[in-house]
């Protein structure tokens, strides 16, 4: 009897330690694999910065656009102004609903939105700093542009803000992501600013004291007339740059796919999913 309970006591010890190395070895890839690296971070918070970087240089630039460079009515900047925000109040719960309601795809639920809004984005952002050569529709022209453009603009945030929930299961992870993004979107409306601000200010030059001694009528309307092309052109520049940001921040974000939560949840339920399409089978 003796014997026979070591025995049984030796081997109970036994089956007891195997579960333990079992758990270990189930927890390390977990772990790890709810782990965002210092890349996908820095990717998903590019990608906040197109936001901010046009809307630094919109809120500053555009009204001082529209009256000097455009020569349009202070009446009609504001209507254009106005119905531009309304507009984009509008969208914003329009878009909002229409992401909650789109399906999975191969590039994630989000990534579609992102993806075809940024070229019809980039293009209405340039037009809107383009002066048309009639006359008579200007306002139409800058209104039109500008309410599409604060459509793509919500087409590509939404999504985007949405998007955190989707990179990651772990929570502290989401909230490190989240801090990276607020630091890149404040740094975006810092550049947005900066680079606006840097090239239109950089066209304008002051008069040096023999102009102003040989100065006629003449001279006056042809130094108002190189100034404004100057500044319309530097608008132009100013704007293009700030598109070619856009589409490299867009091309960063592309590069980090969201993970697909939905997958996620039916692995957690058991659910096998087969490699040929359309098969599931529930363990």
């Known amino acids: 009897m003796a014997r026979g309970e070591g025995a049984e006591q030796y081997a109970a010890g036994l089956l007891s330690v195997k579960p333990l190395n079992t758990d270990i070895k189930a927890v390390k890839p977990k772990d790890m694999r709810n782990r965002l690296s210092l890349w996908s971070k820095l990717c998903f918070a590019i990608g906040g910065a197109p936001y901010q970087i046009t809307g630094s240089a919109l809120g500053f630039f555009l009204q001082i656009y529209l009256l000097d460079v455009a020569q349009l009515d202070p009446s009609h900047a504001s209507v254009i102004l106005f119905v531009g925000r309304a507009w984009d109040a509008i969208t914003d719960p329009t878009v909002g609903f229409l992401v909650s309601r789109s399906r999975w795809t ?139 940001i856009y589409v490299v921040c867009a091309a960063c974000l592309v590069c980090r796919r969201e993970r697909e939560k939905r997958y996620e949840s039916m692995k957690q339920q058991k659910v096998l999913i087969c490699p040929m399409p359309r098969w599931n089978i529930y363990v």
Not at 131 to 157: A, D, N
Request: hydrophobic share 45%; proline share 4%.
């Open 106 to 244: 191969g590039m994630g639920r989000m990534m579609p939105w992102i993806l075809f809004s940024t070229p019809f984005a980039v293009l209405t952002y340039f037009l809107i700093w383009y002066v048309p050569p009639f006359e008579q529709g200007k306002v139409i022209w800058y209104l039109i542009f500008y309410c599409l453009f604060q459509s793509m603009q919500t087409c590509f945030h939404v999504p985007y803000s949405a998007l955190t929930m989707f990179i990651s299961n772990d929570q502290k992870e989401r909230d490190s992501a989240t801090a990276y993004r607020m630091m890149v979107e404040v740094l975006g409306t810092v550049l947005g600013t900066a680079i606006q601000g840097q090239i239109v200010g950089g066209s304008s030059g002051c008069p040096t004291e023999s102009d102003v001694i040989n100065i006629n009528s003449t001279s006056i309307n042809n130094m108002s007339v190189v100034t404004l092309d100057e500044t319309k052109q530097a608008y132009m520049i100013a704007s293009g740059v700030i598109c070619i």
